[in-house]
């Protein structure tokens, strides 16, 4: 980010705070479409700010629960560009769902009694409704290959059943080429035993391959390369089908600035620590190894000599957990200083524990293509949440 703009949101909003650059998304998801070329899906909770914005780029949108699904209402994003999706699908919302006629555009299904809901949801208010079966990566989440057989012979004839495809998620942050290769190799051989045993053709894999993102300053990858060689794996898969790649972190986590001022410093048995008005409940770069990999940042005003000394950069909460960054070089640390930490814009304001210790959840500031800026979210108190909110019986 631009040194004047950083002096200017400062001078205008109070730390600690985030911002989305709204052109930086932009520009980032017209990159990976260029490399990619297949559809997106944004997995909305990565960032739920941003919605609105990237709308027109964004050809789906998964929701996992009833909070995101409202805030996609209440943003007015097309219905027809949901995937509903979840481990947990409150019963009384699905036949809520079902029962308006909401053009929905696809419901997930992660276990036999979804199916049994949604299907009797869709018989009981004849309504046509499109499927996605969610493969298990051997966890809690979705089918095994059996149900998954079961589901689209018993979906055969149906009226009220659109069976779509398949969904899969493993993981985050998958670095490893070698892993994703895997990964589509065993989408592949499953796709074609699907169509083998029960004669179904798949018309569309919604696969999430957890792209990653580079977040620390020790890791410098070539990601075009990493794209081409993962696109190419997509293209030269046997089972030819429509690909949808469901992504959070790699569409979201450039375009996010978090802004933490210095509010002490101090040396403690010979070890210097830097206080912040921020922390850890804001700020979640995964991978960080105990805080020890320093990522991506800016220091505001910019140190005018290199005479660098090692600091902890520590958060204000009671834990000794709260440490952002461990040994960073920096020149003549002191307070009022500013940290601008990057990549910050996939799970850093929706994953954080933020009711710890009753702190305040940051401001929200959205910088437009033209470099105007405003607030799109005020701080908001915590300590009401943690409170009981009557007087009790
Ligand atoms: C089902 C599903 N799809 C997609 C994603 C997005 O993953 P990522 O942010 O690594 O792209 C997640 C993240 O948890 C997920 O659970």
């Given at each position: 980010m631009k040194k004047r703009m950083i002096g200017e949101l400062l001078q205008n909003y109070g730390t600690p705070f985030y911002v989305f650059d709204i052109g930086i998304l932009k520009e980032r998801i017209a990159y990976l479409r260029k490399h990619l070329k297949v559809d997106l899906c944004y997995a909305i909770k990565a960032n739920t700010f941003i919605l609105k914005e990237i709308n027109d780029h964004i050809d789906r949108f998964e929701v996992c629960s009833e909070g995101e699904l409202s805030i996609c209402e209440h943003m007015q994003?097309?219905?027809?560009?949901?995937?509903?999706?979840?481990?947990?699908?409150?019963p009384k919302i699905m036949r809520q769902l079902i029962e308006r006629k909401e053009n929905i555009g696809i419901y997930t299904i992660e276990s036999m009694n979804q199916y049994v809901l949604l299907k009797e949801a869709a018989k009981q208010n004849h309504c046509l409704i499109r499927l996605l079966l969610r493969l298990t990566s051997g966890n809690q989440f979705g089918l095994n290959e059996e149900e998954i057989y079961g589901i689209i012979q018993d979906a055969v004839g149906n009226p009220y059943i659109e069976i779509k495809g398949i969904q899969y998620f493993s993981g985050t942050q998958k670095h490893s080429l070698k892993k994703l290769k895997r990964e589509v190799s065993y989408l592949d051989e499953f796709l074609i035993s699907v169509s083998d045993k029960t004669g179904f053709s798949i018309q569309e894999l919604e696969f999430g391959p957890g792209l990653p993102v580079s977040y620390f300053e020790s890791e410098e990858e070539d990601e075009e390369s990493f794209l081409h060689e993962f696109s190419k794996m997509l293209e030269s898969m046997t089972y030819k089908t429509h690909v949808v790649l469901e992504l959070g972190r790699s569409i979201a986590a450039c375009c996010g600035y978090y802004l933490t001022k210095v509010v002490d410093v101090k040396v403690n048995k010979h070890q210097r620590y830097a206080i912040v008005d921020g922390g850890i409940h804001h700020l979640v770069y995964y991978g960080a190894s105990m805080a020890m990999k320093h990522p991506k940042y800016e220091i505001?005003?910019?140190?005018?000599?290199?005479d660098a000394q090692s600091w902890n950069i520590c958060g204000?909460?009671?834990?000794?957990?709260?440490?952002?960054?461990?040994q960073l070089m920096v020149a003549d640390?002191?307070?009022?200083d500013v940290l601008v930490f990057k990549?910050?814009?996939?799970?850093?304001m929706t994953e954080g524990i933020s009711l710890f210790l009753s702190h305040n959840l940051p401001t929200v500031i959205k910088v437009e293509e033209d470099g105007s800026f405003c607030r799109i979210r005020e701080a908001v108190r915590t300590d009401l949440i943690n409170m009981p909110s009557g007087k009790g019986e």
């Open positions: 994003l097309p219905m027809s560009k949901l995937v509903i999706s979840g481990v947990h699908k409150n505001y005003p910019a140190r005018k000599h290199a204000s909460l009671c834990t000794v957990n709260d440490i952002l960054v461990k640390l002191s307070c009022d990549n910050t814009g996939a799970y850093c």
